[in-house]
């Protein structure tokens, strides 16, 4: 028999488990001949984790057997992006300098999808150490994205999102600290979702920027996107950072009623849009208006820091976070070094890429004495302005609505020249990363050259049922 690995949604699978129409292992088993046929158009995929996903599909199938509940994820094929470490399973993090690393401990979301009777395909390609907005900094080439074959899928979590569009796994696990979840989603097509900072333990997420490094989910629908989140959310002892807020049941907030919603739309992100791009969100803003949602403008003042705040925290934290890898322990370490110091030198001369090494650079430069109070410390502060924007904006709005990107994906190799244009991508993105708020990419229709845009959605801290309820009666409407 053969399975559209490509069509299958998680309820699909969960009731074909049921019926017995098909197995766990042959979900499994048709999803990695599918995924290793068409890695080569994309590359979406670095390393195939096949041993580990049949084993874990023979486990679901051997449960089912057993007449006891497989779980909330039973057979669902999962990809995983190469920041977040799998036991036994290269984690590059789209680097050189870990080109070799297995690591010995699994993340916790990976511990706790599996435990739901989820299946880990692979590792997916993305920017070295989630740094950039197109996949173009990986250390293994460029992903090409699935819609549109010489244009980025987005980034950082570029693979993640190729893979959901292509098709070749349900659902996938990314991560964002300025956008690398919803940009890609918005890029491929496909749904991406930023839950609130601490929502998901960051146990085993390689660390870019700690305040403001999210796990998030990518699926083809709302509903399997909370479904996925749903099994990872919650408190975990290995994560100080991580919320002991209950975890609400996701899929019940579902319920297509949107009446009397208030959603702002802040007058900052409409501007510089392009024009296809603009009139699809207004369009889905209508759509919304149309379901009894009340729309009202709103304004977020501090919008035009953001860019500049988020790349003094992230690179501060980024400094501290990559001193690590020095090729003492885990890391590459580089041949022919004769001191303990040059040898530090050429390792991370050789392992790192530019974008990781320009991060280094501004990242010390912000911290250092006399520097620290003019840069880093003045960006917390305007950090604490702009999550006091979206606190004030939620007084009067329930949910906040706004283009994810301002422009559609761009070709391969368009922005790599230019950082500061390269930066831009992440213009509406990186202040729900700054503020810790839930927010998400949701499909809203197409450019005439057939190339995705997606709609953002936030919504206050621990309110994930309010963003999704919008954004599934949001889906349910276009189809
Ligand atoms: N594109 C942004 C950056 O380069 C965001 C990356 C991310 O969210 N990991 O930092």
Redesign the pocket.
């Known amino acids: 028999m053969s399975i559209d690995v490509a069509s299958l949604t998680m309820d699909a699978i969960a009731s074909g488990l049921r019926s017995k129409e098909f197995k766990a292992e042959e979900i499994a088993q048709a999803a990695l001949a599918f995924a290793e046929a068409e890695n080569p158009k994309t590359n979406a995929y670095l390393t195939f984790a096949s041993e580990r996903a049949l084993a874990a599909a023979r486990k679901v199938d051997a449960a089912i057997a057993a007449g006891t509940d497989p779980g909330p994820l039973a057979g669902v094929p999962i990809a995983v992006k190469d920041v977040i470490v799998t036991r036994g399973v290269r984690t590059t993090c789209g680097s050189k300098i870990l080109e070799h690393y297995i690591p010995p401990y699994d993340a916790t979301a990976i511990t706790r999808i599996e435990a739901a009777g989820g299946v880990l395909l692979g590792k997916t390609n993305c920017d070295e150490f989630?740094?950039?907005?197109s996949n173009e900094n990986s250390a293994y080439g460029p992903v090409r994205n699935p819609r549109a074959l010489d244009r980025v899928p987005g980034?950082?979590s570029g693979g993640s999102a190729a893979v959901v569009a292509q098709g070749t796994a349900v659902a996938s696990l990314g991560?964002?600290?300025?956008?690398?979840i919803r940009q890609p989603a918005s890029f491929c097509g496909v749904v991406g979702v930023t839950p609130t900072y601490g929502r998901v333990s960051r146990y085993g997420l390689t660390a870019?920027a700690r305040s403001l490094d999210h796990i998030g989910p990518f699926a083809r629908s709302v509903r399997d996107a909370a479904r996925l989140l749903g099994a990872m959310a919650g408190k975990d002892p290995m994560d100080s950072t991580s919320a002991a807020a209950p975890v609400p049941d996701y899929l019940a907030a579902l319920d297509g009623n949107v009446k009397g919603l208030k959603i702002g739309l802040p007058k900052e992100y409409f501007t510089g849009l392009e024009s296809e791009t603009g009139a699809l969100v207004s369009r889905a803003i209508d759509a919304l208006k149309a379901m009894g949602c009340e729309v009202r403008e709103i304004s977020l003042p501090h919008t035009d820091y953001a860019i500049a705040t988020y790349y003094i925290i992230?690179t501060a934290e980024a400094s501290s976070n990559l001193a690590r890898y020095d090729g003492v322990r885990y890391s590459r370490r580089a041949e022919g070094a004769d001191t303990l110091g040059e040898m530090y030198k050429k390792s991370r001369g050789e392992g790192f890429g530019a974008e990781c090494k320009r991060r280094i650079m501004l990242g010390t430069y912000v911290l250092s004495a006399g520097y620290y109070d003019a840069y880093y410390l003045k960006a917390q502060r305007v950090r604490a302005l702009i999550a006091q924007d979206y606190a004030k904006a939620f007084e009067q709005v329930d949910v906040i609505a706004s283009p994810v990107s301002p422009f559609p994906a761009f070709k391969i190799g368009e922005k790599v020249a230019d950082p500061m244009a390269m930066y831009l991508?992440?213009i509406y993105t990186i202040t729900g990363d700054l503020a810790g708020i839930p927010c998400m990419s949701v499909p809203c229709g197409d450019t005439a050259e057939g190339l995705p845009v997606g709609l953002q959605i936030f919504a206050k801290h621990f309110d994930e049922p309010t963003m999704f309820r919008v954004a599934d009666a949001y889906e349910r409407s276009r189809s």
């Open positions: 989630a740094m950039g907005s980034g950082s991560s964002d600290t300025g956008g690398s870019f992230c991508s992440d």
